[in-house]
């Protein structure tokens, strides 16, 4: 038997009934396993920021009902990991990761939605396939989850959170929508819509005016009657309530930009109309550094290895991590490419060699993002759900080997797509 | 700087105290490489007289990468259409088209690969094509002439390519193809194929004649490929693909040097080892279209045990910067360090024919190096200088910022 099979083994051991093979797993439901598991005697990566608590335990984890009940030096006893790390594994940001599939084969693609540039009402949920080959093969190299983002025109739709696991879309859903991606720069222009940047913002502005969210009704005083009723308002439109709830803080604004001016343009838009903004891409971030930090906009670099290869970001370079960090910018990292969302690691181990303090790397690939958007995953504490990873060195060396996956206190198969076809021509017939 | 206090003359370079990854036998630490006129002198022995000493103490010293598959130059960044200069896709046969000839000497991309520790790479025209043109092997020296960077040693190659590319380009049916409907299918590919050579054989009697054809500057570089004086570079993804050109060559009776991407060769690898063809792969990626959905991280690792002259290729100006990852990431799958080391040097120098000249540190090879402040295969790890010929063409301490 060699180091493959006893990994596959352990992974299937754990797993629970698997039916069928490949795309789909047979089990009743991911979520809350019985009794309780223990895993203990290993480096444990939180994913927490430095200050906020430790970046790194020694010790174990203790999980009850899918949930982490302890971890720490205070765990021992159930399986010995002999030193393995335990990590919470990455959660990629800007992805089409389930929406599609094979980049040249149209049949498999359902990520832009090309029919007008403002399509506020397209829903990332909507197009989600939880059985795509993708997310097998992702979650097999320590890939947890993504924001799933539409592409294409300026406003492209409704992304959201999605995890690698999860028989259905809701099972697979964390937060849904989690915001509006709104592309600058030449990721807006299209055939058909604006043609150019000056247009984007044009755009963007006209609509941003035209619908204003409804004022609250004047609170009654004790010295003027009430006014007659007003004719009832009516009942906005899909899009005009997503323009609302833009404008009221409760949906992200999501901005990809990566020149340093499309970056100065997401920054005056979110501060004339007063949006709750993330950038995302921001190859040329370090130049907007301070901007940037005195604004609050947390920024999803990515990837690290952004080349001076297209004019949307002349000004890239490797330690674009580390000097927005160092200018205290909140900030996480993200690949942008899903096929490869894996090299998100070997992505945060560049920034590190680049200048970026690695507990910062750490958390940029697993909690940062999704704490961005208001969520507790990616982060192992106490009380938060028991979804993490197992590894057998530093997750961010790109000789390391994942070795079990947890999510939400259940051990996940590892088989996928690309272990199948491993074992069957593993040896030539 | 100690470099530019030395009189211009003086040619000799020693590098003391690296960890030194010969690639042609295991590590040596505490390592002494003197370099002379361009050229290793030797691997330890005594330092001569005079010679400019680097103390790289902690550090790691390797042959310099050599990338066997590359369009840097050809597309020139940024991305731009008046940098398209990879694909001659006018027609599906351009053998007589050479990629030196769209080298942009300007390509920012050449200094940051430079700073990667790579020296010599393969340009290669793109895939549209059936064959695609001639190959350009360059060292990668900064120069204001493309003659400053041809590797002379290296002998011709050319670049040819079956599969969903030539089929996408020329099949009239899809929205994208201009260039009319020449090509639908791969068995009709095949069949161009087997129509051109045999039109290359049948010019070849014909020049024979006392009333010859004139000169035809495509068939006279097939007849070049039919006589084994080219090295074929093939473009392919899939068995059948792989499979079928092994057909074609064994009937007009010419090798093919290496298969490029071949992210099925797994499957095959029993054939690819007895046709004596090497690979030049991706590590891990995949599914970014039908031909590429069967990869699997383990190919490479796999098609080496088969005895497959395996090499790790960027196709990339940004990957060619981090190789030595992409080889550190085959480790995972069972390579050894060697092995992992051999697969971005002195496999990818026999693939190009240059294995006499690059690809190691020994004695007589060019002194084409690069120095890690860490283990190379480590994310960590940062080249601190890079040489060509002896000449240093990047050293860290001197670039301020990018």
């Known amino acids: ?193 604006a043609t150019s940047r000056m247009g984007v913002a044009a755009r963007l502005r006209d609509v941003l005016e035209a619908n204003p969210p409804p004022q609250d009704p004047p609170k ?20 005009e309530a997503v323009w609302h709830d833009l404008l009221s803080w409760r949906l992200k604004a999501i901005f990809v930009a990566d020149r340093a001016s499309d970056i100065e343009l997401a920054l005056g838009l979110a501060s004339d109309y007063g949006l709750d903004a993330v950038i995302v891409g921001a190859a040329e971030g370090w130049m907007l550094a301070d901007e940037l930090s005195d604004a609050g906009v947390p920024v999803v670099l990515g990837p690290v290895t952004a080349q001076p290869d297209s004019f949307d970001h002349l000004r890239a370079r490797y330690d674009n991590a580390a000097l927005l960090h160092a200018a205290g910018v909140r900030l996480a990292i993200r690949i942008g490419d899903p096929h490869r969302t894996f090299d998100l690691s070997t992505e945060a181990g560049i920034a590190v060699a680049w200048g970026l303090p690695y507990s910062v790397a750490v958390a940029a690939i697993t909690g940062n993002s999704p704490d961005f958007f208001g969520l507790t995953q990616g982060r192992l504490v106490t009380g938060r759900e ?38 069957r021509f593993r040896v030539l017939k | 700087m100690l470099l530019l206090c030395l009189p211009a ?146 002998p011709p190659g050319i670049k040819m390519a079956i599969g969903e590319n030539p089929k996408r380009v020329y099949g009239g049916s899809v929205a994208l193809a201009p260039q009319g409907d020449q090509i639908q299918t791969r068995m009709g590919e095949f069949a161009a194929l087997r129509r051109e050579f045999q039109s290359a054989l049948d010019y070849r009697e014909a020049r024979k004649r006392p009333d010859p054809p004139p000169r035809d500057l495509d068939l006279d570089v097939i007849l070049d490929v039919i006589d084994d004086k080219m090295l074929v570079h093939l473009h392919c993804y899939e068995t059948n693909d792989i499979l079928g050109m092994y057909r074609i060559a064994d009937q007009f009776g010419f090798h093919i040097q290496s298969l490029q991407h071949g992210l099925e060769a797994y499957k095959v690898r029993d054939v690819i080892a007895a046709h004596g063809t090497m690979l030049a792969t991706f590590s891990d990626w995949w599914g970014f279209k039908m031909e590429a959905w069967d990869a699997i991280p383990e190919n490479a690792v796999l098609s080496s045990a088969a005895g497959v002259g395996v090499a790790m290729h960027s196709d990339s100006g940004s990957f060619v910067q981090r190789l030595n990852l992409e080889a550190a990431k085959m480790m995972r799958y069972g390579w050894t360090a060697d092995q992992a080391l051999q697969s971005i040097t002195l496999t990818p120098a026999k693939m190009l024919g240059v294995q006499d000249r690059v690809g190691s540190i020994e004695a007589g090879k060019d002194a084409d190096l690069a120095l890690y402040d860490a283990d190379p295969f480590s994310v960590y790890a940062r080249v601190q200088r890079t040489w060509i010929d002896g000449q240093l063409v990047y050293d860290r301490s001197q670039v301020v910022a990018r």
Do not use: C
């Open chain 2, 9 to 154: 003359l003086a040619h000799d370079l020693a590098i003391l105290h690296a960890t030194v990854l010969t690639a042609a036998g295991p590590p040596i630490t505490d390592g002494v490489v003197v370099v002379h006129d361009g050229v290793i002198q030797g691997v330890g022995g005594a330092v001569p007289t005079g010679a400019e000493i680097l103390d790289a103490t902690g550090m790691y010293l390797m042959p310099g990468i050599v990338d066997p598959h590359s369009h840097m130059g050809d597309y020139s960044w940024p991305d731009s259409v008046g940098h398209n200069d990879g694909n001659e896709a006018s027609e599906p046969f351009t053998p007589r088209v050479w990629a030196g000839d769209s080298v942009d000497l300007e390509d920012p991309a050449f200094e940051l690969a430079r700073e990667g520790g790579v020296t010599t790479i393969q340009v290669l025209p793109g895939s549209a094509n059936l064959i695609g043109g001639r190959s350009a092997v360059l060292k990668l020296r900064s120069s204001r002439t493309l003659d400053g960077m041809i590797f002379k040693a290296a």
């Open chain 1, 1 to 193: 038997m060699n180091r493959r099979q006893v990994l596959r083994g352990a992974a299937l051991a754990g797993a629970g009934a698997i039916g069928g093979a490949g795309r789909a797993w047979a089990e009743d439901s991911l979520w809350g396993s019985g009794s309780g598991q223990t895993w203990s005697n290993a480096r444990i990566l939180t994913g927490l920021m430095p200050g906020d608590w430790p970046v790194e335990l020694a010790g174990g984890i203790h999980v009850q009902d899918g949930t982490i009940v302890a971890i720490g030096p205070e765990v021992t006893g159930g399986i010995d990991l002999g030193g393995a790390t335990i990590w919470p594994g990455m959660w990629e940001t800007g992805t089409s990761m389930g929406i599609a599939e094979i980049d040249l084969e149209p049949a498999t693609r359902d990520d832009v939605e090309s029919g007008d540039p403002l399509e506020p009402q397209v829903r990332v949920v909507d197009a989600f396939n939880p059985q795509s080959a993708l997310q097998p093969v992702l979650r097999a190299r320590g890939v947890m989850g993504a924001l799933v983002m539409p592409g294409g025109g300026v406003v492209s739709g409704q992304a959201a959170w999605m995890r690698t696991s999860g028989n259905t879309v809701s099972e697979a859903t964390v937060l849904a929508p989690a915001g509006l991606v709104i592309n600058l720069g030449k990721a807006g222009v299209s055939a058909g819509g």
């Open chain 1, 220 to 239: 009654p005083s004790m010295w003027k009657r009430a006014p007659p009723p007003a004719t009832p308002p009516k009942p906005p439109t899909r899009a």
């Open chain 1, 386 to 423: 028991a979804t993490f990873v197992i590894s057998d060195g530093d997750p961010l060396e790109p000789r390391t080997s994942v070795k079990h996956v947890v999510v939400n206190g259940v051990e996940m198969p590892l088989v996928n797509h690309q272990t199948e076809l491993y074992d």
